[in-house]
Structure formats: C-alpha cells, structure tokens
C-alpha cells in the first residue's frame, strides 16, 4: 500500500506560480502512474495530469496545458506539479493518486489518495 501526502499550497494572486509535492511511502513508488487532481467547492472532482512510471509520458488536461507540468523524481519518491500563470478558477483542493495508466483521465483509475493541498488563487 502506498500512502502519499501532498504539500506546497497557498495563496497566490492571479499569474502567479506554485509548486505541488506529492511524497510517497513504499518501495513500489516507481511502479506506478501517478496523477494529479482537484476538487473546488461544490464540484466534483476533476483531472489535472498524469505521468507514467518512468516519468517520460504525460497526460495534462486541456483547461491546463500550457500552464501546468507534472514530473516526478522516482529516486525521491516524490511528484510534482508545476502551476503558472495560475488563474482564480484554479482554486481547488489538489490531490495526487497512484494508479496504472497515465493516459487514465478517470478519477477512479487512480487511489491511495492523499489528504490534499489547498490552492487559492486571488483575483
């Protein structure tokens, strides 16, 4: 079982930057997808990117491509989420999964769901 917890959230203005971590537990880190999503107030929750195992395939939605790069660093066991040029519809809770195909964009082929990091972007 993998446990991952998420970090690198705040308040941010509109154009701004952050960047998300998501560590991992377990030496099984580097066999799976992972994947980020978010959830804001009153919706559901959506797909935002998603890596391979090797880190060399990507998978970004549309609302966020351009702006939002996903990587990870399997020596540390940790991914990441780049976010620029972020815009006041990105608030939302980000959480990271793990799962077995980066090219998933469904929330239920991804689990072991962190607790998540809150983003706010002001205007």
């Known amino acids: 079982q993998v446990q991952l917890v998420e970090s690198g959230g705040g308040l941010v203005q509109a154009g701004g930057s952050l960047r998300l971590s998501c560590s991992a537990s377990?030496?099984?880190?580097?066999?799976?997808?992972l994947a980020w999503f978010r959830q804001a107030p009153g919706k559901e929750r959506e797909f935002v990117a998603a890596?391979?195992?090797?880190?060399?395939?990507?998978n970004v939605a549309d609302s966020v491509k351009g702006r939002f790069t996903i990587s990870r660093d399997n020596a540390k066991n940790t991914v990441y989420l780049q976010m620029n040029s972020l815009k006041p519809e990105d608030t939302a809770v980000y959480y990271c999964?793990?799962?077995?195909?980066?090219?998933?964009?469904?929330?239920?082929?991804?689990?072991?769901w962190g607790q998540g990091t809150q983003v706010t972007v002001s205007s």
């Open positions: 377990g030496r099984t880190f580097s066999s799976y997808a």
């Open positions: 890596i391979s195992r090797s880190g060399k395939t990507t």
């Open positions: 999964g793990v799962g077995v195909g980066w090219y998933n964009q469904r929330e239920a082929g991804f689990g072991s």
